[in-house]
């Protein structure tokens, strides 16, 4: 199993898009997915976030939620390439992996074989054996949006 979450709503006037912070409503919607989360009892070991700010951001509220660590993994930026995301993924089932899209839609497709609307703060359930394409099933989602 693994969790897939947008990062919360950020702020979109700033000096570097890996600068940009979390808005009041950005914070607001991590918070109700991590509750969210929580609610759903998952077996979650510990949350991986993109290095950049609002992903860390979003990751932090969740974090509070489960009372779990959270992880930086760099190749989890909205830029990065399917093949490194999934590598920089492969050993981190059983956590929240809290980043961006495009790539995290990207993912998602490839894994599940589903194309599903990623709004921010949003979260994907997925059961699997293995992070690679077709071996991943959807199972839940939410949306605090």
Partial sequence: MIVLMRHGEADPYSGHDSARSLTYNGRQQASLTGRWLRDQNLPVSYIVAS?????QQSAHCVAESLALDVLTVRDVTPDTSEAAAEG?????????????QPILGRLLHRWTGQRVSVN??????????????????????????
Wanted: proline share 7%; hydrophobic share 50%; glycine share 10%.
């Fill in 88 to 100: 920089a993924l492969i050993d981190h089932m059983g956590a929240v992996v809290c980043f961006h």
């Fill in 120 to 145: 921010t703060g949003a979260c994907f359930v997925l059961h699997g054996d293995l992070l690679a394409p077709g071996w991943m099933s959807l199972s839940a989602q939410f949306d605090p949006s």
């Fill in 51 to 55: 290095p950049y700010l609002r992903a």
